[in-house]
């Protein structure tokens, strides 16, 4: 196929799973903001989310304060925000449009549909809207175009290439969300382990869809180190860092064999998939979390450029 | 007052073609019109047909309107629009081949060599190269208008790269999803192996340097084109790859796409974008859409370009004139179909005609297309008609001038119901090693009440066209 259709297929996947992330930031900002701002060394909830999105000083000078209702504007409706839901379908879109031919009727017609819907969203009067239906909508649109995907895509290398994209995003996002932690509370000892730092850890839960799943997998106390473990270690999540590393290297195995040649970009993801693999929970609060996760999110990107490099930039001989 | 043919009514009542239609058209009550125009529109947003139109700014997403009321030719009027189209689709290819070689209708004096060698879209740089199976335009679209039961014109011709032919498929797509017991009733011809025609005639021009079966690609400007939907669309349903100029490169004797297993050949190129911007090398070096070195592969035979480059010279307004006699010249036959009697401007004594009976014609740019920078003589006010004037009187060589032609008309959904309204016609011959016309073609309808220009830019719909089976 094309290097460039592939590259449209990958960044398809990437801004679905983003759009999809965007919602996730929104859900977990309102949650968080519910609870009563107790005592010092907070910084304001909301001031946190756009950190761990790396675009507070973009939304400083746009909006200034970071108020409910501009950051729902900037996290859904913005489209000078990248990271946006709007901004990340309406490209989602744009590259389904490019590579029409390489996507099924039914891919097509979903992603154009949301596409659709999104330009009534953005008509609709904004008093007509709270932030959960934008959340619910945004949610309910990325699953319905990924079911499409999963269940009337060629298992080729189309299928391939939407899959790299979707894990290595997924990935990068799930550390960010989970930095959102770091950000929200400085890791100050008299915090941890408090009801309000529990609290917290819920919310994230809850952001990523996974509180009723936590329970199930480990029943009991929620702990930090029960939930980083759930949200990183832990193969049944399907959001956890070593499930989408572990997707992610289906995908490029599967294009390796398919195209009978080994890459860099396979090599750096198996290597990741065995560092984690050999993961124990106390190693990461040992580094410090937001440590872990910086360098996970380093080597995401390391991959995502090798794989760039071994098969989307048409250099390839 | 000018008596216009309704090709539904005559003064016998229906016309057999359309007698279905009419039971059809009677009992569709108004609530159910308005929920299919919908439903069709609906599909229309989702399938993704749009179309941008240049410069307008506004809704990038913009449909065609589609109307729901078809037009239709009986079996006998098809056939003989059929053998007149593939009769011009040849001339049209034999007076490239003749140009690009020894030029022998102009050394005998038939068209006046000026108009065919100064002219903009005679391509120097391929002069003296015979493109594979001497073919220059596997595409032409031949716009055709009627006046009467048997009358009708050619408009013009398009050599190049017709555009409009997924409209064609999609009306018919659409119409049979939403009225399936219309085509119970009728026996209409289809039109659905226009893809799998189009890629064997691609295929059958692929060049002799390349052995094995030909990799055939579309080749797009990009996705901001206002035809991108078109490019894809028959990419997929020809199952070959949507290129853009970024995707190709030249090494050594041929041309590569750039894929994700590394090079791959390319063999013939169905291109979409102009002549200059092919190949920055040799047009317009500051093209980015193209392929630099594409046409010296081209030149030695490594590459098949479908329309060749050059083949804009048989479809320029002023040669129009003249395709008569690339019949009678090249084929020792008469014209099936006619053109519409042409002034040509840059005769002085056609131009004194002219300007002495502006109100009452059509004045064109010999280069221009869209409908736009033309005149209509009898919709123009007093302004128009005097701004054109002096346009005339100081570039005659720009423009040509037609008698304001009676239109046909063909029942069309309105808001009051249903009611007259003008057609014409772009069918599209594919020539390769052999010549193919599917029975139908792009109808063009002018919505507006009396108007003439039927351009999707200045607001015109489409309908779908039926030919019915004998």
Request: glycine share 8%; net charge negative.
């Amino acid at each position: 196929m094309l290097s460039r259709t592939a590259s449209n297929l990958y960044w398809l996947a990437r801004y679905m799973e983003r759009a999809e992330t965007a919602a996730r930031f929104l859900e977990v900002g309102a949650r968080i903001a519910l609870v009563p701002n107790v005592g010092h060394g907070y910084r304001n909830e909301w001031d946190a989310l756009l950190r761990a999105a790396g675009t507070s000083i973009q939304f400083a000078q746009k909006y200034g304060e970071p108020i409910q209702r501009n950051i729902e504007s900037h996290f859904f409706f913005d489209q000078e925000n990248e990271s946006s839901v709007a901004a990340c379908l309406t490209r989602a879109r744009e590259n389904g449009r490019i590579v029409r031919t390489a996507l099924t009727a039914q891919v097509w017609d979903a992603l154009n549909t949301a596409y659709q819907e999104l330009r009534e969203l953005e008509r609709t009067p904004r008093s007509e809207l709270s932030l959960s239906q934008l959340t619910d909508w945004t949610m309910r649109t990325t699953a319905l175009i990924r079911g499409t995907i999963d269940s009337t895509q060629l298992r080729n290398d189309n299928y391939d290439f939407l899959h790299v994209g979707y894990h290595l995003e997924r990935a990068d996002n799930t550390a960010r969300l989970l930095d959102v932690k770091y950000y929200v509370l400085l890791p100050q000892v008299e915090f941890v382990g408090s009801g309000l730092d529990n609290y917290q850890w819920m919310t994230l839960l809850r952001a990523m869809s996974a509180h009723r799943a936590f329970h199930w997998a480990y029943g009991g106390e929620v702990t930090a180190a029960r939930i980083a473990h759930f949200l990183i270690l832990n193969p049944q999540c399907p959001r956890a860092l070593i499930t989408c590393v572990d997707g992610l290297n289906t995908h490029l195995e599967r294009l390796g064999r398919g195209y009978g040649r080994r890459t860099p970009a396979q090599s750096a993801a198996r290597q990741m998939l065995a560092r984690l693999a050999e993961t124990e929970v106390a190693e990461i609060f040992d580094v410090g979390l937001h440590e872990f996760l910086s360098r996970f999110i380093d080597e995401v990107g390391a991959v995502g450029q090798k794989v760039h490099d071994s098969y989307l930039s048409g250099d390839v001989r | 007052m000018i008596d216009f043919f309704n090709e539904m009514y005559d003064a016998g009542g229906v016309r057999p073609p359309y007698a279905k239609l009419r039971d059809w058209m009677d009992t569709m009550p108004a609530e159910l019109r308005s929920l299919k125009q919908a439903e069709a529109e609906a599909l229309f947003r989702r399938i993704g047909i749009t179309f941008a139109v240049y410069g307008e700014g506004g809704d990038p997403d913009r449909l065609i309107p589609f109307d729901m009321f078809p037009r239709v030719f009986a079996h006998a009027e098809w056939r003989r629009l059929e053998r007149g189209i593939k009769q011009r689709a040849r001339a049209l290819n034999a007076f490239l081949a003749d140009v690009y070689d020894r030029g022998e209708i102009v050394r005998a004096g038939r068209i006046p060599k000026r108009l065919v060698y100064l002219n903009e879209a005679y391509e120097k740089a391929v002069a003296g190269i015979r493109p594979p199976k001497g073919v220059y335009s596997h595409i032409v679209g031949i716009d055709l208008v009627r006046t009467g039961p048997d009358e009708f014109y050619v408009l013009e011709d398009n050599c190049r790269t017709p555009s409009g032919v997924s409209y064609m498929l999609e009306n018919r797509e659409i119409m049979m999803r939403m009225f399936p017991d219309l085509f119970g009733a009728n026996r209409i011809e289809p039109v659905d192996s226009y893809p799998s025609l189009l890629r064997r005639t691609l295929a059958s021009v692929a060049p002799e340097k390349c052995p094995g079966d030909p990799t055939v690609v579309i080749l797009t400007p990009g996705h901001f084109n206002s035809a991108y939907y078109e490019h894809s669309f028959l990419a997929d349903l020809m199952g070959v790859e949507l290129v853009e100029g970024q995707d190709l490169f030249v090494e050594g004797e041929h041309v590569w796409m750039r894929t994700t297993r590394g090079p791959e050949r390319v063999d013939v190129i169905y291109r979409r974008i102009d002549d200059p911007f092919l190949d920055p090398l040799c047009f317009r070096p500051d093209s980015m859409l193209g392929v630099p070195g594409l046409m010296d592969v081209y030149r030695a035979g490594g590459v098949a370009i479908a329309s060749a480059p050059g083949a804009g010279v048989a479809d320029d307004k002023a040669i129009y004139c003249y395709v008569p006699e690339m019949v009678r010249f090249y084929l020792g036959e008469e014209p099936i179909l006619e053109n519409v009697p042409t002034w040509q401007c840059a005769k002085p004594d056609e131009l004194k005609h002219v300007l002495a009976n502006l109100p009452e014609l059509v004045v064109k740019e010999v280069h221009g297309s869209g409908g736009y920078g033309m005149l209509v003589g009898p919709k123009a006010s007093k302004e128009q008609i005097e701004a054109f004037r002096a346009k005339l009187t100081e570039q005659p060589h720009n423009y040509i001038a037609q008698p304001t032609l009676a239109l046909s008309t063909v029942p069309t959904f309105v808001e009051e119901g249903v009611a007259p309204r003008h057609v014409d016609l772009r069918p599209y011959c594919l020539v390769g090693e052999r010549i193919e016309l599917v029975p139908g073609g792009l109808t063009r309808v002018a919505l507006t009440e009396g108007s003439l220009v039927v351009n999707s830019s200045q607001g015109g719909g489409v309908k779908d066209t039926w030919v019915m089976a004998e």
